[in-house]
Protein backbone atom coordinates (compact mmCIF):
# COMPACT_ATOMS: atom_id res chain seq x y z
CA UNK A 1 0.00 0.00 0.00
CA UNK A 2 1.16 3.23 -0.72
CA UNK A 3 1.79 6.23 1.58
CA UNK A 4 2.20 10.02 0.41
CA UNK A 5 4.14 13.29 1.87
CA UNK A 6 3.56 16.46 1.34
CA UNK A 7 6.97 18.22 1.21
CA UNK A 8 6.54 22.11 1.31
CA UNK A 9 9.61 24.28 0.46
CA UNK A 10 9.77 28.47 0.50
CA UNK A 11 9.12 28.42 -3.68
CA UNK A 12 6.86 25.26 -3.79
CA UNK A 13 5.50 22.19 -2.84
CA UNK A 14 4.84 18.85 -3.72
CA UNK A 15 3.10 15.75 -2.89
CA UNK A 16 5.28 12.66 -3.31
CA UNK A 17 4.16 9.33 -3.71
CA UNK A 18 6.16 6.46 -1.64
CA UNK A 19 5.81 2.18 -1.87
CA UNK A 20 8.17 0.28 -0.39
CA UNK A 21 8.63 -3.43 -1.87
CA UNK A 22 11.40 -5.69 -1.02
CA UNK A 23 13.53 -3.16 0.80
CA UNK A 24 13.44 -0.98 -2.01
CA UNK A 25 11.77 2.77 -2.31
CA UNK A 26 9.68 3.87 -5.17
CA UNK A 27 8.53 7.57 -5.42
CA UNK A 28 6.13 9.11 -8.10
CA UNK A 29 5.65 12.84 -7.87
CA UNK A 30 1.58 13.30 -7.61
CA UNK A 31 1.49 16.74 -7.49
CA UNK A 32 3.24 19.69 -7.23
CA UNK A 33 2.69 23.65 -6.88
CA UNK A 34 4.25 27.09 -6.67
CA UNK A 35 3.89 28.42 -3.16
CA UNK A 36 4.57 32.14 -3.67
CA UNK A 37 4.55 34.24 -0.49
CA UNK A 38 1.93 37.26 -0.82
CA UNK A 39 2.92 40.79 -0.24
CA UNK A 40 0.28 43.22 0.98
CA UNK A 41 1.71 46.57 1.54
CA UNK A 42 4.63 46.54 3.37
CA UNK A 43 4.20 43.00 4.96
CA UNK A 44 4.87 39.48 3.51
CA UNK A 45 2.90 36.83 4.16
CA UNK A 46 2.19 33.08 3.43
CA UNK A 47 -0.71 31.87 1.41
CA UNK A 48 -1.93 29.13 4.12
CA UNK A 49 -5.06 28.30 2.99
CA UNK A 50 -3.83 27.99 -0.51
CA UNK A 51 -1.49 25.55 0.81
CA UNK A 52 -4.59 23.28 2.44
CA UNK A 53 -6.17 23.50 -0.84
CA UNK A 54 -3.34 21.93 -2.70
CA UNK A 55 -2.93 19.32 -0.22
CA UNK A 56 -6.45 18.31 -0.76
CA UNK A 57 -5.27 18.36 -4.62
CA UNK A 58 -2.58 15.80 -4.20
CA UNK A 59 -4.97 13.70 -2.00
CA UNK A 60 -7.84 14.06 -4.83
CA UNK A 61 -5.27 12.93 -7.56
CA UNK A 62 -4.82 9.55 -5.46
CA UNK A 63 -8.30 9.05 -5.78
CA UNK A 64 -8.47 9.48 -9.20
CA UNK A 65 -5.65 7.14 -10.06
CA UNK A 66 -7.28 4.60 -7.23
CA UNK A 67 -4.45 4.80 -4.90
CA UNK A 68 -5.71 3.58 -1.73
CA UNK A 69 -3.28 5.62 0.92
CA UNK A 70 -1.83 4.13 3.95
CA UNK A 71 -1.09 7.31 5.63
CA UNK A 72 -0.29 10.67 5.10
CA UNK A 73 2.66 13.15 6.48
CA UNK A 74 3.62 16.98 6.02
CA UNK A 75 7.16 18.69 6.61
CA UNK A 76 7.79 22.41 5.88
CA UNK A 77 9.92 25.15 6.52
CA UNK A 78 10.37 26.02 10.26
CA UNK A 79 10.41 29.22 12.42
CA UNK A 80 7.15 30.48 10.87
CA UNK A 81 3.56 30.27 12.59
CA UNK A 82 -0.18 31.00 12.94
CA UNK A 83 -2.51 31.39 15.67
CA UNK A 84 -5.65 29.79 16.45
CA UNK A 85 -8.75 31.72 18.37
CA UNK A 86 -10.61 30.15 20.98
CA UNK A 87 -13.40 28.91 18.36
CA UNK A 88 -10.88 26.86 16.30
CA UNK A 89 -10.67 29.65 13.52
CA UNK A 90 -7.38 30.70 12.28
CA UNK A 91 -6.09 34.60 13.41
CA UNK A 92 -4.54 36.13 10.46
CA UNK A 93 -2.54 35.08 7.46
CA UNK A 94 0.75 33.90 8.86
CA UNK A 95 3.96 36.18 8.51
CA UNK A 96 6.70 35.15 6.06
CA UNK A 97 10.11 35.01 8.01
CA UNK A 98 11.16 37.19 5.97
CA UNK A 99 8.83 40.14 6.54
CA UNK A 100 10.65 43.20 8.32
CA UNK A 101 9.11 42.78 11.38
CA UNK A 102 12.17 41.45 12.98
CA UNK A 103 14.61 44.26 11.60
CA UNK A 104 16.29 45.09 15.03
CA UNK A 105 14.00 42.94 17.09
CA UNK A 106 16.64 40.82 17.98
CA UNK A 107 18.98 43.12 19.34
CA UNK A 108 16.41 45.17 21.04
CA UNK A 109 15.05 41.50 22.89
CA UNK A 110 18.80 41.30 23.96
CA UNK A 111 18.61 44.20 25.57
CA UNK A 112 15.91 42.86 27.86
CA UNK A 113 17.25 39.23 27.89
CA UNK A 114 20.65 38.64 27.67
CA UNK A 115 21.80 36.44 24.49
CA UNK A 116 23.49 34.00 26.84
CA UNK A 117 20.84 33.28 28.77
CA UNK A 118 18.51 32.65 25.64
CA UNK A 119 21.21 30.02 24.21
CA UNK A 120 21.86 28.83 27.44
CA UNK A 121 18.28 27.39 27.38
CA UNK A 122 16.86 26.59 24.09
CA UNK A 123 20.39 25.94 22.31
CA UNK A 124 19.20 27.66 18.93
CA UNK A 125 21.48 29.40 16.13
CA UNK A 126 20.60 33.42 16.41
CA UNK A 127 18.88 34.63 13.44
CA UNK A 128 16.33 37.54 13.32
CA UNK A 129 13.62 35.71 12.35
CA UNK A 130 13.99 32.87 14.75
CA UNK A 131 9.99 32.46 16.36
CA UNK A 132 11.03 34.36 19.24
CA UNK A 133 11.97 37.41 17.78
CA UNK A 134 8.63 37.03 15.43
CA UNK A 135 6.40 36.80 18.90
CA UNK A 136 9.11 39.75 20.70
CA UNK A 137 8.27 41.93 17.20
CA UNK A 138 4.67 41.12 17.56
CA UNK A 139 4.16 42.07 21.43
CA UNK A 140 6.15 45.64 20.67
CA UNK A 141 3.92 45.92 17.79
CA UNK A 142 0.87 45.36 19.98
CA UNK A 143 -0.52 43.26 17.38
CA UNK A 144 -4.33 42.30 17.85
CA UNK A 145 -3.26 38.88 16.91
CA UNK A 146 -2.24 38.15 20.43
CA UNK A 147 -5.18 39.23 22.02
CA UNK A 148 -7.33 36.69 20.31
CA UNK A 149 -4.61 34.09 20.08
CA UNK A 150 -5.62 30.63 22.14
CA UNK A 151 -3.16 28.01 20.43
CA UNK A 152 0.17 28.29 18.76
CA UNK A 153 1.08 26.06 15.95
CA UNK A 154 3.91 25.77 13.57
CA UNK A 155 3.10 25.59 9.50
CA UNK A 156 2.95 21.99 9.77
CA UNK A 157 0.87 21.84 12.66
CA UNK A 158 -1.53 24.10 11.25
CA UNK A 159 -1.92 22.16 8.35
CA UNK A 160 -2.37 19.13 10.35
CA UNK A 161 -4.78 21.05 12.43
CA UNK A 162 -7.38 21.63 9.16
CA UNK A 163 -6.63 18.28 8.38
CA UNK A 164 -7.58 16.47 11.25
CA UNK A 165 -8.95 18.76 13.79
CA UNK A 166 -6.56 18.03 16.17
CA UNK A 167 -3.81 19.97 17.62
CA UNK A 168 -0.54 19.03 18.68
CA UNK A 169 3.17 20.90 18.27
CA UNK A 170 6.00 18.76 17.24
CA UNK A 171 9.21 18.00 18.13
CA UNK A 172 11.43 18.99 15.00
CA UNK A 173 9.87 21.93 14.69
CA UNK A 174 9.08 23.52 18.20
CA UNK A 175 12.71 22.93 18.90
CA UNK A 176 13.14 25.58 15.66
CA UNK A 177 11.39 28.09 17.71
CA UNK A 178 14.15 29.22 20.16
CA UNK A 179 11.22 28.59 22.97
CA UNK A 180 12.24 24.60 23.67
CA UNK A 181 14.59 23.57 26.19
CA UNK A 182 16.11 20.59 24.96
CA UNK A 183 17.27 19.33 28.58
CA UNK A 184 14.41 19.60 30.41
CA UNK A 185 12.23 18.28 27.22
CA UNK A 186 9.50 20.43 26.96
CA UNK A 187 8.63 24.00 26.16
CA UNK A 188 10.53 26.40 28.49
CA UNK A 189 7.93 27.87 30.53
CA UNK A 190 10.37 30.27 32.59
CA UNK A 191 11.34 31.77 29.00
CA UNK A 192 7.87 32.27 27.92
CA UNK A 193 6.84 34.41 31.39
CA UNK A 194 9.84 36.52 30.93
CA UNK A 195 8.74 37.03 27.36
CA UNK A 196 5.47 37.79 28.43
CA UNK A 197 3.76 34.94 26.45
CA UNK A 198 1.42 32.29 27.51
CA UNK A 199 2.39 29.05 28.09
CA UNK A 200 -1.11 27.96 27.52
CA UNK A 201 -0.75 28.55 23.98
CA UNK A 202 1.48 26.00 23.46
CA UNK A 203 0.14 22.29 23.10
CA UNK A 204 1.68 18.74 23.86
CA UNK A 205 4.67 17.72 21.60
CA UNK A 206 4.88 14.89 19.38
CA UNK A 207 7.67 12.83 18.35
CA UNK A 208 8.03 11.95 14.47
CA UNK A 209 6.47 8.83 13.63
CA UNK A 210 3.74 9.46 16.39
CA UNK A 211 0.11 9.03 15.69
CA UNK A 212 -0.97 12.81 14.85
CA UNK A 213 -4.79 11.68 14.03
CA UNK A 214 -6.92 11.17 10.56
CA UNK A 215 -8.40 13.11 8.24
CA UNK A 216 -11.50 14.75 9.49
CA UNK A 217 -15.32 13.95 8.38
CA UNK A 218 -15.59 17.05 6.92
CA UNK A 219 -12.54 16.80 4.18
CA UNK A 220 -13.08 13.05 3.77
CA UNK A 221 -16.67 14.38 2.51
CA UNK A 222 -15.77 16.94 0.79
CA UNK A 223 -12.92 14.78 -1.02
CA UNK A 224 -15.37 11.63 -1.06
CA UNK A 225 -12.05 9.53 0.51
CA UNK A 226 -12.01 7.65 3.14
CA UNK A 227 -10.35 8.56 6.59
CA UNK A 228 -6.54 8.60 6.34
CA UNK A 229 -4.22 8.27 9.38
CA UNK A 230 -1.81 11.47 9.65
CA UNK A 231 1.32 10.76 11.34
CA UNK A 232 3.61 13.31 12.65
CA UNK A 233 7.03 13.43 10.89
CA UNK A 234 10.34 15.08 10.78
CA UNK A 235 8.13 18.45 10.21
CA UNK A 236 11.21 20.66 9.85
CA UNK A 237 12.35 19.86 6.14
CA UNK A 238 16.24 19.75 6.78
CA UNK A 239 14.85 16.90 10.08
CA UNK A 240 13.44 14.73 7.00
CA UNK A 241 16.31 15.52 4.58
CA UNK A 242 18.90 14.70 7.42
CA UNK A 243 17.13 11.10 8.03
CA UNK A 244 16.65 10.96 4.72
CA UNK A 245 21.25 10.80 4.71
CA UNK A 246 22.55 7.41 3.21
CA UNK A 247 24.90 7.21 5.67
CA UNK A 248 26.54 3.97 6.93
CA UNK A 249 29.00 5.58 9.18
CA UNK A 250 27.53 7.11 11.99
CA UNK A 251 29.79 9.87 12.47
CA UNK A 252 28.41 12.19 9.25
CA UNK A 253 28.40 15.33 7.94
CA UNK A 254 25.36 16.37 6.03
CA UNK A 255 24.51 19.80 3.97
CA UNK A 256 20.93 19.90 3.10
CA UNK A 257 20.89 22.36 0.11
CA UNK A 258 18.17 24.13 -1.09
CA UNK A 259 17.01 27.55 -0.59
CA UNK A 260 18.43 27.23 2.78
CA UNK A 261 21.78 24.92 2.94
CA UNK A 262 22.14 23.65 6.70
CA UNK A 263 25.23 22.41 7.51
CA UNK A 264 26.26 19.93 10.10
CA UNK A 265 25.77 16.10 11.94
CA UNK A 266 24.24 14.44 13.95
CA UNK A 267 24.36 13.96 17.45
CA UNK A 268 22.58 11.86 20.93
CA UNK A 269 22.41 14.95 22.93
CA UNK A 270 22.52 18.76 22.49
CA UNK A 271 25.85 20.40 22.59
CA UNK A 272 25.26 23.85 24.55
CA UNK A 273 28.42 25.29 25.50
CA UNK A 274 30.29 28.45 25.10
CA UNK A 275 31.90 27.56 22.13
CA UNK A 276 28.48 26.79 20.47
CA UNK A 277 27.12 29.65 21.52
CA UNK A 278 30.45 31.83 20.30
CA UNK A 279 30.21 29.92 16.69
CA UNK A 280 26.22 30.50 16.42
CA UNK A 281 25.28 26.67 16.06
CA UNK A 282 21.68 25.57 16.63
CA UNK A 283 20.90 22.13 17.80
CA UNK A 284 17.39 20.98 16.38
CA UNK A 285 15.91 18.11 16.89
CA UNK A 286 15.31 14.73 14.63
CA UNK A 287 14.54 11.58 14.86
CA UNK A 288 14.71 8.99 17.60
CA UNK A 289 15.58 11.82 19.55
CA UNK A 290 18.53 12.85 17.67
CA UNK A 291 19.72 16.30 17.52
CA UNK A 292 20.88 17.95 14.61
CA UNK A 293 23.70 20.07 15.24
CA UNK A 294 24.34 22.65 12.27
CA UNK A 295 24.51 26.27 10.49
CA UNK A 296 22.06 27.60 8.46
CA UNK A 297 23.36 29.19 5.74
CA UNK A 298 21.90 31.32 3.10
CA UNK A 299 22.14 28.57 0.38
CA UNK A 300 21.05 28.88 -3.23
CA UNK A 301 18.58 32.18 -2.02
CA UNK A 302 20.63 34.16 -3.50
CA UNK A 303 21.17 33.13 -6.84
CA UNK A 304 17.41 31.81 -6.73
CA UNK A 305 16.89 35.69 -6.25
CA UNK A 306 19.12 36.86 -8.82
CA UNK A 307 17.19 35.11 -11.39
CA UNK A 308 14.18 36.56 -10.17
CA UNK A 309 15.68 40.07 -10.40
CA UNK A 310 16.80 39.37 -14.26
CA UNK A 311 13.21 38.26 -15.08
CA UNK A 312 11.74 41.56 -14.14
CA UNK A 313 13.94 43.32 -16.31
CA UNK A 314 13.12 40.95 -19.14
CA UNK A 315 15.98 38.80 -19.16
CA UNK A 316 14.93 35.03 -18.09
CA UNK A 317 17.47 32.43 -17.61
CA UNK A 318 16.84 28.43 -16.77
CA UNK A 319 19.23 27.80 -14.04
CA UNK A 320 21.51 25.46 -16.39
CA UNK A 321 21.50 28.68 -18.41
CA UNK A 322 23.36 30.27 -15.53
CA UNK A 323 25.35 27.70 -14.55
CA UNK A 324 26.76 27.23 -18.05
CA UNK A 325 27.46 31.26 -17.83
CA UNK A 326 29.51 30.70 -14.75
CA UNK A 327 31.43 27.82 -15.72
CA UNK A 328 32.43 30.21 -18.41
CA UNK A 329 33.35 33.16 -16.21
CA UNK A 330 36.65 33.98 -14.75
CA UNK A 331 37.37 32.30 -11.44
CA UNK A 332 37.80 33.56 -8.09
CA UNK A 333 37.08 37.44 -9.05
CA UNK A 334 34.76 38.32 -6.46
CA UNK A 335 33.87 37.23 -3.26
CA UNK A 336 30.74 37.48 -0.92
CA UNK A 337 29.08 35.79 2.64
CA UNK A 338 26.08 34.66 1.43
CA UNK A 339 25.24 35.20 5.48
CA UNK A 340 25.56 38.73 5.17
CA UNK A 341 22.35 40.53 6.43
CA UNK A 342 22.23 42.57 3.10
CA UNK A 343 21.24 39.05 1.19
CA UNK A 344 18.63 38.12 3.69
CA UNK A 345 15.49 40.48 2.20
CA UNK A 346 13.86 39.67 -1.21
CA UNK A 347 15.39 42.96 -3.71
CA UNK A 348 18.01 43.58 -6.22
CA UNK A 349 20.19 40.93 -5.50
CA UNK A 350 22.57 41.06 -8.21
CA UNK A 351 23.04 44.78 -7.21
CA UNK A 352 23.64 43.72 -3.43
CA UNK A 353 26.54 41.56 -4.83
CA UNK A 354 27.67 44.22 -6.38
CA UNK A 355 27.44 46.68 -3.08
CA UNK A 356 29.31 44.05 -0.99
CA UNK A 357 31.82 43.90 -2.98
CA UNK A 358 32.70 47.62 -3.55
CA UNK A 359 32.55 47.68 0.35
CA UNK A 360 35.19 45.33 0.58
CA UNK A 361 37.37 46.28 -1.59
CA UNK A 362 36.47 44.21 -4.48
CA UNK A 363 35.82 44.85 -8.19
CA UNK A 364 32.18 44.29 -8.81
CA UNK A 365 31.04 41.38 -11.09
CA UNK A 366 28.86 42.90 -13.81
CA UNK A 367 27.74 40.03 -15.89
CA UNK A 368 25.35 37.48 -15.57
CA UNK A 369 28.34 34.68 -15.78
CA UNK A 370 30.52 36.61 -13.51
CA UNK A 371 27.21 37.01 -10.69
CA UNK A 372 26.61 33.25 -10.60
CA UNK A 373 30.37 32.08 -10.32
CA UNK A 374 30.51 34.15 -7.58
CA UNK A 375 28.15 33.20 -5.56
CA UNK A 376 28.72 29.54 -6.50
CA UNK A 377 32.44 29.84 -5.33
CA UNK A 378 31.41 31.90 -2.17
CA UNK A 379 28.73 29.26 -1.20
CA UNK A 380 31.52 26.39 -1.61
CA UNK A 381 33.81 28.42 -0.02
CA UNK A 382 31.29 28.58 2.78
CA UNK A 383 30.79 25.66 3.20
CA UNK A 384 34.28 24.63 3.80
CA UNK A 385 34.73 27.24 6.51
CA UNK A 386 30.96 25.74 8.25
CA UNK A 387 32.28 22.24 7.79
CA UNK A 388 35.82 23.16 9.58
CA UNK A 389 33.31 24.78 12.81
CA UNK A 390 31.57 21.65 12.45
CA UNK A 391 34.66 19.48 12.96
CA UNK A 392 35.68 21.54 16.23
CA UNK A 393 32.71 22.11 17.65
CA UNK A 394 32.11 18.45 17.50
CA UNK A 395 34.88 16.92 17.63
CA UNK A 396 34.75 14.64 14.73
CA UNK A 397 36.68 14.57 11.66
CA UNK A 398 34.76 13.73 9.02
CA UNK A 399 35.68 11.77 5.05
CA UNK A 400 33.43 13.77 3.38
CA UNK A 401 30.32 15.46 2.72
CA UNK A 402 26.36 14.04 2.24
CA UNK A 403 24.82 16.47 -0.22
CA UNK A 404 20.73 16.10 -0.20
CA UNK A 405 18.02 17.77 -1.35
CA UNK A 406 17.03 19.85 -5.11
CA UNK A 407 20.90 21.60 -4.52
CA UNK A 408 22.37 18.65 -5.75
CA UNK A 409 20.77 19.22 -9.31
CA UNK A 410 23.69 22.19 -9.30
CA UNK A 411 26.37 20.04 -10.59
CA UNK A 412 28.75 22.82 -10.72
CA UNK A 413 28.15 23.63 -6.79
CA UNK A 414 28.61 19.76 -5.84
CA UNK A 415 31.85 19.51 -7.76
CA UNK A 416 33.17 22.98 -6.75
CA UNK A 417 32.51 21.86 -2.88
CA UNK A 418 34.10 18.94 -3.42
CA UNK A 419 37.18 20.99 -4.33
CA UNK A 420 36.40 23.60 -1.39
CA UNK A 421 36.62 20.95 1.28
CA UNK A 422 39.08 18.78 -0.30
CA UNK A 423 37.47 15.80 0.55
CA UNK A 424 34.54 13.46 -1.34
CA UNK A 425 31.23 15.11 -1.75
CA UNK A 426 28.50 12.13 -1.85
CA UNK A 427 25.32 13.88 -3.61
CA UNK A 428 22.22 12.18 -3.35
CA UNK A 429 18.97 11.97 -2.90
CA UNK A 430 17.41 14.69 -4.31
CA UNK A 431 14.32 14.17 -2.99
CA UNK A 432 15.69 14.37 0.20
CA UNK A 433 12.63 16.11 2.22
CA UNK A 434 10.02 14.08 1.33
CA UNK A 435 11.96 11.11 1.14
CA UNK A 436 13.13 11.51 5.00
CA UNK A 437 9.13 12.13 5.72
CA UNK A 438 8.19 8.78 3.89
CA UNK A 439 10.37 6.33 5.86
CA UNK A 440 9.01 8.14 9.09
CA UNK A 441 5.90 7.19 8.48
CA UNK A 442 7.15 3.35 7.47
CA UNK A 443 9.20 3.29 10.90
CA UNK A 444 5.95 4.24 12.59
CA UNK A 445 4.15 1.22 10.57
CA UNK A 446 6.83 -1.13 11.46
CA UNK A 447 7.88 -1.72 7.76
CA UNK A 448 11.24 -0.42 8.88
CA UNK A 449 12.60 -1.16 12.19
CA UNK A 450 14.75 2.29 13.03
CA UNK A 451 16.10 5.19 11.22
CA UNK A 452 19.65 3.28 10.15
CA UNK A 453 17.83 0.47 8.84
CA UNK A 454 15.97 3.21 6.94
CA UNK A 455 19.49 4.90 5.70
CA UNK A 456 20.55 1.74 4.18
CA UNK A 457 17.00 1.35 2.20
CA UNK A 458 17.79 4.80 0.95
CA UNK A 459 21.16 4.15 0.06
CA UNK A 460 20.14 0.80 -1.50
CA UNK A 461 17.25 2.63 -3.63
CA UNK A 462 18.95 5.90 -4.50
CA UNK A 463 22.26 6.79 -6.47
CA UNK A 464 24.83 8.51 -4.99
CA UNK A 465 26.94 11.03 -7.23
CA UNK A 466 30.59 11.07 -6.08
CA UNK A 467 32.56 14.37 -6.56
CA UNK A 468 36.46 13.85 -5.78
CA UNK A 469 38.29 17.72 -5.00
CA UNK A 470 40.15 19.06 -7.73
CA UNK A 471 42.48 21.95 -8.36
CA UNK A 472 43.25 21.66 -4.41
CA UNK A 473 46.16 24.53 -4.77
CA UNK A 474 43.70 27.02 -6.80
CA UNK A 475 41.25 26.73 -4.37
CA UNK A 476 43.21 26.62 -0.87
CA UNK A 477 44.71 30.09 -2.08
CA UNK A 478 40.86 31.10 -3.25
CA UNK A 479 39.91 30.10 0.78
CA UNK A 480 42.49 32.42 2.46
CA UNK A 481 41.31 35.30 0.10
CA UNK A 482 37.75 34.31 0.96
CA UNK A 483 38.46 34.44 5.02
CA UNK A 484 40.24 37.72 4.32
CA UNK A 485 37.49 39.41 2.25
CA UNK A 486 34.51 38.30 4.34
CA UNK A 487 36.56 38.94 7.89
CA UNK A 488 35.56 35.07 8.81
CA UNK A 489 39.13 34.53 9.57
Known amino acids: MSILAFDLGASSGRALLGRLTDRKIEVEELHRFPNDPVQVGDRLHWDILRLVHEIKQGLL ?104 GDMYNEFSNATTTQLYNPIKGNWDGELLDKLGIPQSWFGPILQPGASAGKLRHSVCSELGIDSIPVYAVAEHDTGSAVAAVPALDRSFAYLSCGTWSLMGTEVDQPVINDLAGELNFTNE ?5 TFRLLKNIMGLWVLQESRREWERTGKSYTFPELVASAEKAAPFAAFIDPDDPMFLHPGDMPAQIRSYC ?4 QQPP ?33 NGLHMVGGGIHNTLLCAWSANAIGKPVWAGPAEGSAIGNLVVQWIAQGELADIWEARQVIRESFPVTVYEPENRSEWEQAYGRFLQITRLA
Not at 358 to 361: S, Y
Not at 366 to 394: F, H, N, P, Q
Request: neutral net charge; hydrophobic residues 40%; proline residues 3%.
Open 61 to 164: KAKHQDIALKSIGIDSWAVDFGFIDKNGELVGNPYHYRDRQTDGAMEALFAELPAKEIFGRTGIQFLQFNTIFQLYALKKANSPWLQQADRFLMIPDLLRYFLT
Open 285 to 289: GGVDG
Open 358 to 361: LQTG
Open 366 to 398: EDVGAIVRCILESLALKYRYVLELTERLSGKQF
